[in-house]
């Protein structure tokens, strides 16, 4: 299993848009072969603060998921969003 843990900052004045692209990759990704969970969730004490977390089947599945076309569309956009640059985390677990 492969789990991946994204931290967002995001603009405030970005957030709603931030908020509605990524529903649209959560949705999409949700459905990819070898997706196990595809979470999104919020700070309690920054409400523009996220972290995605993402289980994976195994590095094919990430990998794929990672060369989708939802995938690259949102990533273009992130740092239009993004108060910093998102703290990644990738874990392997066998």
């Known amino acids: 299993m492969i789990i991946v843990n994204a931290k967002f900052q995001v ?3 970005k957030r709603d848009e931030f908020l509605s692209d990524i529903k649209k990759l959560i949705t999409y ?3 990819e072969l070898g997706n196990l969970a595809y979470d999104l969730y919020q ?6 603060s996220f972290m995605m977390v ?3 089947e195994d590095e094919s ?3 794929a998921h990672s060369q989708s076309l ?3 569309e949102f990533s273009e956009k992130v740092a239009s969003y993004s108060a910093r640059k998102p ?3 990738v874990a392997r677990m066998n």
């Open 29 to 31: 990704t949700k459905a």
């Open 54 to 56: 993402e289980n994976w």
């Open 11 to 13: 603009k405030p004045e």
């Open 70 to 72: 939802p995938f690259l």
């Open 43 to 48: 700070e309690t004490e920054d409400e523009n």
């Open 87 to 89: 703290e990644l985390k």
């Open 61 to 63: 599945s990430a990998q």
